[in-house]
């Protein structure tokens, strides 16, 4: 089982940033890919970006694309998650996620999540 602590969320104005961070504890090895979920109110859970350490391959959600990018310390087993040109409609509970591969993370079959960190875009 791996642990996730996150951390960084906040209020932002519209076309801001903020990065989100997520420390890994654990099985880290277990886990080949690791990515963020968001949640609005009312809304489903949503797989935002995930990164396969195995393929060097990272899945962008149609909405995200060219806004944010995910990074690893690997010395820290810390991943972020670094939003730019925030919009309203970016407001809502972040969660980190580690699954065994990029397909699964994909898919909705997580391992393990986080305990959620909320982000507050402004208009």
Request: proline share 2%; aromatic share 10%.
């Amino acid at each position: 089982q791996v642990q996730l602590v996150e951390s960084g969320g906040g209020l932002v104005q519209a076309g801001g940033s903020l990065r989100l961070s997520c420390a890994a504890s654990g099985r880290t090895f277990s886990s080949d890919a690791m990515g963020w979920f968001r949640q609005a109110p009312g809304k489903e859970r949503e797989v935002v970006i995930a990164y396969s350490w195995s393929l060097g391959s990272t899945y962008y959600a149609d909405s995200v694309k060219g806004r944010f990018t995910i990074s690893r310390d690997t010395a820290k087993n810390t991943v972020f998650l670094q939003m730019n040109a925030l919009k309203p409609e970016d407001t809502a509970v972040y969660y980190c996620a580690a699954a065994r591969t990029l397909w699964s993370m994909k898919s909705g079959s997580v391992d393990s999540w986080g305990q959620g960190t909320q982000v507050t875009v402004s208009s």
